[in-house]
T-cell receptor, first 113, second 112 residues
């Protein structure tokens, strides 16, 4: 069974800091990995998608890496802003046992002015 | 605007009263799925559909039904809701199982 773990569970940083969110998964049989952002009372927004054959993806101030063999991904946020405050979820798209995203429990990020 | 629309956004109902949560997407996506989100458990898949008339169980399908009669719609049906189905529900869609997912805004269901 695929287990996805995110560390830390919560993080508070001052505006302008660079930060790293971590995601680990137990089964390397995946199609891809996605990072989502969830704002209170709202749905999930897909930030980055890394296919299993790729090592990293970048979008603006966000950079995500994937090391499938070790079961790890990181989301790097550069020059954080208060508007980045949200919960960040990592999800692996598993290859076995049907077709589904297995989610971590998320990292709650607070960026203070 | 490309989106996944869920209705209702909020629903309070009583145990045993059948209900349907609707989900519609305007992106011509083949793949649709339902998730529930619970504190401490995260998001878990309920059902998914690869295409019209093709549906299958996810990780937590008990107590739920779905149908996919049209490509754009994927309703979630609770025939006899129970309090343990109180949760935040999300519908999602994508062009295929390996493409980026688009999620709806969620339906907060309370069963009393």
């Amino acid at each position: 069974k695929q287990e996805v773990t995110q560390i830390p569970a919560a993080l508070s940083v001052p505006e302008g800091e660079n930060l790293v969110l971590n995601c680990s998964f137990t089964d390397s049989a995946i199609y891809n990995l996605q990072w989502f952002r969830q704002d209170p009372g709202k749905g999930l927004t897909s930030l980055l998608l890394i296919q299993s054959s790729q090592r990293e993806q970048t979008s603006g101030r966000l950079n995500a890496s994937l090391d499938k063999s070790s079961g790890r991904s990181t989301l790097y946020i550069a020059a954080s802003q208060p508007g980045d405050s949200a919960t960040y979820l990592c999800a692996v798209n598993r290859r076995n046992s049907g077709y589904a995203l297995n989610f971590g429990k998320g990292t709650s990020l607070l960026v203070t002015p | 605007e490309a989106q996944v629309t869920q209705n209702p956004r909020y629903l309070i109902t009583v145990t045993g009263k059948k209900l349907t949560v609707t989900c519609s997407q305007n992106m011509n996506h083949e793949y649709m799925s339902w998730y529930r989100q619970d504190p401490g458990l995260g998001l878990r898949q309920i059902y998914y559909s690869m295409n019209v008339e093709v549906t299958d169980k996810g990780d937590v399908p008990e107590g739920y039904k779905v149908s996919r009669k049209e490509k754009r719609n994927f309703p979630l049906i609770l025939e006899s809701p129970s309090p343990n189905q109180t949760s935040l529900y999300f519908c999602a869609s994508s062009f295929s199982i390996v493409e980026r997912y688009t999620f709806g805004s969620g339906t907060r269901l309370t069963v009393v």
